[in-house]
Nanobody, 120 residues
Framework: VQLQASGGGVVQAGDSLRLSCAASGLTFSMYAVGWFRQAPGKERAIVAAINWSSSTYYSDSVKGRFTVSRDNAKNTVYLQMHSLRPEDTAVYYC???????????????WGQGTLVTVSS
């Protein structure tokens, strides 16, 4: 199983960015996928998640600004981020699990991170 996160970069406050998480080696449509982030000196925390029926979860800090979606035909989950803030700066990770996990990081499979830097 491989999860490949991509799309990170350096943007200015207020800008938008879309992250992608491409999966292989699993029946993707049967998995929930979560997006997590870890800022320097902070613990990893969930940002958003989407399950097999496209039910979604968002942390309070991103609700209304971020949108998670999936394209099962492409085995890919997206995280569309709008109105980015400096406090959104972090390494973003995607993870997959057969269970619908909305808060903890008990996901079975993890991708490498992609760095998002938001300058003020």
């Amino acid at each position: 199983v491989q999860l490949q996160a991509s799309g990170g970069g350096v943007v200015q406050a207020g800008d938008s960015l879309r992250l992608s998480c491409a999966a292989s080696g699993l029946t993707f449509s049967m998995y929930a996928v979560g997006w997590f982030r870890q800022a320097p000196g902070k613990e990893r925390a969930i940002v958003a998640a989407i399950n097999w029926s496209s039910s979604t979860y968002y942390s309070d800090s991103v609700k209304g600004r971020f949108t998670v979606s999936r394209d099962n035909a492409k085995n890919t989950v997206y995280l569309q981020m709008h109105s980015l803030r400096p406090e959104d700066t972090a390494v973003y990770y995607c993870a997959a699990d057969r269970s619908w996990i909305q808060v903890t990081d008990d996901y079975e499979y993890w991708g490498q991170g992609t760095l998002v830097t938001v300058s003020s």
